[in-house]
């Protein structure tokens, strides 16, 4: 895997902080990142299911039942 670099600019202060706690920002923003990079892919899917869940719903039971045993009979 290989690896980009990101840059952010910080509050003077905030980095003196971090300084002072010898505390490591990367491994935050890494984790920060992928938790929104993770909520916006579920955003996303939540979004699909939602419209696929529309259109299940205007198929009749009548024509699920159908598809069901056509696709029964092709195995």
Do not use: W
Request: proline fraction near 4%.
């Amino acid at each position: 895997m290989g690896y980009v670099t990101v840059s952010a600019k910080i509050p003077r202060k905030l980095k003196e902080l971090l300084d002072e706690y010898r505390i490591k920002p990367g491994p935050i923003i890494r984790r920060a990142l992928e938790e929104e990079v993770k909520k916006a892919m579920s955003r996303e899917i939540e979004e699909e299911a939602r419209q696929l869940s529309s259109r299940i719903a205007q198929i009749s039971d009548e024509e699920i039942a159908e598809l069901i045993r056509k696709d029964r009979e092709g195995r």
